[in-house]
C-alpha cells in the first residue's frame, strides 16, 4: 500500500520526468494498489501530448528487431521515446517470459530512451489491463511518442488498436499464415501494413498479396516493406507516420477513440464492482449459497438458473 505522502512526491517526481518514479508508478499502477487512481487521477490533466503507435502481428514478424531500428530515426525527428512491450504470460505459473528485454538490448542500453516490459496476464489481444494507465504515466513524464508492441497472438491482437492512436501489423515471408492472419480480423484494424524482411525470398509475393487483399480497402491502409538487415524501408516509414499523424483526418480519429477509452473504462470499473459484490456475497450468504449448489448438483437446478439467481444477489441491493 502507498502512502498519501508517498504518491504525491510520486506525481511530482513523474512530471519531472524522473526514471525511478516513473517505474515505480507503473508497478504501483500494474500490481493494482488502491492509490493508483489517485496518481492518475491528478497526472490526467497533464496527458494528451504523446503519440502511440502499436506494433502487432503474427508471432516471429520481427516486431521487437524492427523498433529497435526505428528508434534512431524518431529520435532525429525530435521524439522522445518510451516502448512498452507486452509478452506472453504463462496460464499456468501466471509468470512472464519478458523476451522483449533480450532481443531489445542496444535500446535498453540508450540512456534516453525509457523500457518496460508486461505480462499479457492473459488479457485478451495481449494487453495487459495496466497497460493504457502506463501509457498515461509516460505522456505526463514528457515522452511524445510511445510505441507498443503487442504479443504475437493472431486475431486477438484486434485489442491493441483500442490502446494506440496508430496500429501497425508487421508480417515477414516466412509467417506461413501471414494471409490467413490478414483474412481473419487483422484486415480491419491496421493503418499501416508492413512486410517485414524484405530481402528475404517471398516478400514482394506478400507484399502484392496484401495490396490485393486490402489495399483497395475504404480505409485504404499505407502498406510498405522493410528490412532490418539492409535498412530498407525504415526511414521511409517513419517519415510515414509522422505525416499521418499530422494530417486532419488524425484529429477526428483520436475523438472516436476518446468513446471508445470511456466504454472500456466503465466496462471495467463495472467488472471490478462485481468482483468485489461476489466475493462479499460468498462470505456473508454462503448457506445460501451452498444450497444452490446442491439443487444444481441434484439436477433440481441447471447451472443456468443457477448462475441467472447469483448474479440477481450480487447486483441487487439487498
Not at 142 to 152: A, N, P, Q, W
Not at 280 to 294: A, C, M, P, T, V
Request: charged share 25%.
Amino acid at each position: 500500500m502507498v502512502s498519501l505522502f508517498v504518491w504525491m512526491d510520486i506525481v511530482d517526481n513523474i512530471l519531472l520526468g524522473d526514471k525511478r518514479s516513473i517505474a515505480r508508478s507503473i508497478s504501483i499502477i500494474d500490481d493494482n494498489d488502491p492509490k493508483s487512481y489517485e496518481i492518475l487521477k491528478k497526472i490526467y490533466n497533464k496527458t494528451g501530448s504523446a503519440i502511440t503507435i502499436g506494433f502487432t502481428g503474427p508471432g516471429g514478424a520481427g516486431k521487437s528487431t524492427l523498433i529497435g531500428k526505428l528508434i534512431p530515426y524518431f529520435k532525429s525527428m525530435g521524439y522522445k521515446i518510451a516502448i512498452l512491450a507486452v509478452d506472453p504470460t504463462s496460464p499456468i505459473t501466471g509468470g512472464a517470459i519478458l523476451g522483449d528485454r533480450v532481443r531489445m538490448q542496444s535500446t535498453m542500453d540508450d540512456e534516453e530512451v525509457f523500457m518496460r516490459s508486461f505480462g499479457s496476464r492473459g488479457t485478451m489481444g495481449g494487453i495487459s489491463k495496466s497497460l493504457r494507465n502506463a501509457i498515461r504515466i509516460l505522456d505526463a513524464a514528457g515522452f511524445t511518442l510511445i510505441l507498443v508492441e503487442s504479443v504475437g497472438a493472431g486475431q486477438l491482437e484486434v485489442e491493441i488498436s483500442k490502446v494506440v492512436n496508430l496500429t501497425t501489423v508487421v508480417f515477414n515471408p516466412n509467417t506461413g499464415d501471414s494471409v490467413q492472419a490478414v483474412k481473419a480480423g487483422l484486415t480491419e484494424i491496421g493503418d499501416i501494413y508492413i512486410v517485414n524482411k524484405s530481402d528475404m525470398e517471398g516478400s514482394g509475393t506478400l507484399y502484392l498479396s496484401l495490396l490485393d487483399l486490402i489495399g483497395e480497402t475504404p480505409r485504404k491502409p499505407l502498406i510498405v516493406k522493410t528490412s532490418t538487415k539492409t535498412g530498407e524501408g525504415l526511414q521511409e516509414l517513419c517519415l510515414n507516420i509522422n505525416s499521418m499523424i499530422k494530417n486532419d483526418e488524425w484529429v477526428l480519429k483520436q475523438k472516436q477513440k476518446q468513446k471508445q477509452i470511456l466504454r472500456d473504462e466503465l466496462k471495467e470499473m463495472v467488472l471490478e464492482k462485481g468482483k468485489q459484490k461476489t466475493l462479499e456475497l460468498f462470505k456473508s450468504r454462503s448457506q445460501e449459497i451452498n444450497g444452490l449448489l446442491d439443487s444444481m448438483l441434484n439436477k433440481i437446478k441447471d447451472p443456468y438458473t443457477v448462475a441467472e439467481e447469483l448474479s440477481l444477489l450480487i447486483f441487487s441491493n439487498k
